[in-house]
């Protein structure tokens, strides 16, 4: 497995794996409504490329195809971090992990996800307060953790 720093090419398959990341591991923790509204068909992609070379964003690949990504912005929010449904469990997670936090100085806060959270406990993230977040009507439940450093 190599990361390497994310490029604009990346964009469309990082769509492409948030998008069947979110419909495969994530339904084990909500239902479909929940999941067609945080992950649309309909997306964005000049908007996300212009998120992700904003902020330090980084992508694994095993040969030359995208098994997971991450991004982190300058104030320490871990804002993305998926890692391909059938390349789960193997330490990509963790990897792309370390390099996003090594990336900033200072706390790191994330929003993390039902399914997400164990691993973030795993990782010396504390829990600030769950949420709901509305999308289109439908909320979501998440967890805002913080890493103290």
Same mark, same amino acid.
């Given at each position: 497995m190599i990361i390497r720093k994310y490029?604009? =090419?990346?964009?469309?398959? %990082?769509?492409? %794996? /948030?998008?069947n990341t979110v419909h495969i591991v994530n339904a084990k923790d909500y239902t479909k409504e929940q999941l067609n509204v945080w992950a649309t068909k309909?997306?964005? !992609?000049?908007k996300w490329n212009k =998120? !992700?070379? *904003?902020h330090f964003s980084v992508v694994a690949l095993d040969n030359e195809t995208i098994v997971g990504f991450g991004d982190i912005d300058k104030t320490g929010y871990l804002d993305r971090l998926f890692v391909h449904a059938n390349y789960q469990k193997k330490g990509i997670a963790t990897a792309l992990c370390n390099q996003l936090e090594q990336a900033v100085q200072g706390d790191i806060t994330t929003h993390a996800s039902?399914?997400?959270?164990? /691993? /973030? *406990?795993k990782r010396g993230y504390k829990l600030v307060k769950e949420q709901q977040v509305e999308r289109q009507g439908i909320f979501l439940t998440n967890y805002v953790m913080i890493k103290k450093r």
């Open positions: 490029q604009a =090419s990346d964009c469309k398959e %990082l769509t492409d %794996l /948030f998008y309909q997306v964005d !992609l000049e =998120s !992700l070379q *904003e039902i399914t997400a959270k164990p /691993f /973030f *406990e």
